[in-house]
């Protein structure tokens, strides 16, 4: 009890100091970037492994892309752990300054954050998935379902993209605080074992990501009932158009 109302407490002081001075929906943004990018790239690379079957390939891409944002994840909180073991440079960093609000609740469990330094601006892009080459061509009369399909794949991935950047100042306090702060206070703190760094964050993503991947198997079933014998989305639209 007295563990989880400590993590409590600290969790909303990462959660106000992020927002103040952490930029935590640029983070997530190029997290997720870099997640979707992985995604597509997984795809194209199975294509080029043989696995051609669309509603197999796609929620391994999804998978791959999932990975990679908990990898992104876990490289993020490992900057703001060597930030705080050097303590004197937070730039470059993510979320700058996280390591002055570590060390101060660490000494003190209620430090004032210092004013963090601006961040390096990231050309991102949320939008993304698997093996969507192709997507700019579509268009003409006579793809209307293959149309309506990749739209529900690109709803999908924009309303999970939202739903993470919009929570994600609490998504990445709580990895602050399971995976550095009560780390660095256990001994003097907490009695009990501080919890696992993605505990919060798998508590938060896997249900999204297990939807995502749920429905790019079904659009890839759907694309592959629309153009028989395509094993890409650019091969369907081909295969519909020559009808």
């Known amino acids: ?3 989880d109302k400590e993590r409590l407490r600290l969790v909303e002081q990462a959660h106000a100091y992020l927002e103040s001075a952490g930029n935590p929906r640029l983070v997530m943004l190029g997290v997720l970037s870099m ?3 992985a995604g597509f790239l997984a795809s194209i690379a199975m294509v080029h492994l043989g696995v051609l079957r669309m509603p197999i390939r796609y929620p391994i891409a999804v998978a791959a892309a999932y990975a990679t944002f908990l990898g992104m994840l876990r490289s993020w909180l490992r900057k703001q752990s060597l930030a705080a ?3 004197d440079d937070p730039e470059g ?7 002055a609000f570590g060390a101060a609740a660490t000494l003190a469990k209620a430090g004032e954050p210092e004013p963090g330094r601006p961040e390096e601006k990231k050309k991102s892009n949320p939008f993304g998935g698997g093996d969507l080459s192709g997507l700019g061509d579509l268009g003409g009369e006579g793809c209307g379902l293959l149309v309506v399909l ?3 794949a690109g709803l999908c991935t924009l309303l999970v993209s ?11 306090a709580e990895l602050l605080v399971d995976g550095l702060l009560l780390g660095a206070m256990s001994r003097a703190v907490i009695a009990d074992r501080p919890p696992h760094w993605s505990r919060s964050v798998l508590r938060r993503t896997w249900l ?31 295969i519909d158009q020559r009808r």
């Not at 960093?93 to 390591?99: E, I, K």
């Not at 939202?162 to 990445?172: F, G, N």
């Open 1 to 3: 009890m007295d563990q």
């Open 35 to 37: 997640s979707l990018a």
């Open 85 to 87: 073991d050097l303590s």
């Open 93 to 99: 960093l993510l979320a700058p300054g996280a390591a």
């Open 150 to 152: 990749v739209l529900i």
């Open 162 to 172: 939202c739903y993470l950047i919009v929570t994600s100042p609490m998504l990445l």
């Open 208 to 238: 999204p990501a297990l939807i995502t991947a749920v429905v790019f198997g079904l659009v890839g079933w759907g694309i592959e009932r629309v153009a028989p014998g395509a094993n890409t989305l650019a091969q369907a639209w081909a």
